[in-house]
């Protein structure tokens, strides 16, 4: 794995430049699968494809970059200059991509992006002509990684298993584990509390827990991130200490169950308020920004996610639902969930 530190502030710009909707979470998996996040990568076939996030020659070339220099570049260069446009202009030009499974499909097939939306639908087929002539290539090129029953075709649900192994990796779980640290936030869910996480990036929130494409909504809010990238010297030991103590330091991971079926989450019960210290944090209070919300609307997304609602303060800035009394804890630090709503975090 080579993500220089400086790749983390280049994937948070990602996330912001499509309004939260590429997180880490999702860019990561994809990117560890086309490369095992290995910048100097030369296609493995020998094919004319470069770098983290197997940029086409082509592409390089036409902007006069030499591929050979290309795999010279750090993992932030590549991103700033060709992965993450190319990712931003997915988004813009197919509507939002929350997940990693899309994310990847618009990686190896994009034209079939307004089309092939649920895990059963099709998105290569061997002499197919559906999707511009894209379906036929694109088979071509992935059947040997995602046909290996040698169906003939390729499904959206194909790409999501290859994520779901991918999520596996401890490799991958730390590097998503390193962006949150580099941005200064809670990875999203890891808390007692937050109760629509972690969700499972493979879905994120484009499918349900069958593999239905659900359009971006439906398994929680989205967490659009907040404030800049941390400046401070990156915190690589804890972040290693802990990835490497995974069960132990009960960071949160993603899995299938044992049949295959629909995904299950673990996490430990502790929100991490820094890269040094976890604890057993609660939610104190619901912050919600007016005027975007209302009453009736904040009381509605309190009950929606399981949280208490009867205890509801308005004033001119915040509605504020309170789920602890603030003395019960020796210490408070507010947090984003995202898309106006806050929470006071307390620890005993």
Known sequence: MALDQPSYKSLWAITDATHGDLRPEYLIPVMFSESGLNPSLQNHAGADYWGINQISGKTLRDAGVDPHDYLTWPASKQLNRFAGPYFIGQNRQYGPIRSATRLYQANMCPATLPDAHSFDDVIARKNGTKYRGEEASCYAGNAGLFDRQHKGYITVGDLATAIENTLKDVRVDAAIAAAYVFRGEPRPGVGAGLTDGPR??????????????????GVGPIVKPSGVSSSAGFPWFPVLLGVGMVGAAGAAFWYLDKHGGPRRYFASGGMEENPTSRGAGQVQSLLFNRPSWTETSAVAWARKHHYRASKVDVTAQYVRIRQASSGSFSRLRTVSFGRGVKAVMGWR
């Open 200 to 217: 499972n990036p493979a879905l994120g929130t484009d499918f349900d827990a069958h593999g239905n494409y659900i359009g971006g909504g």
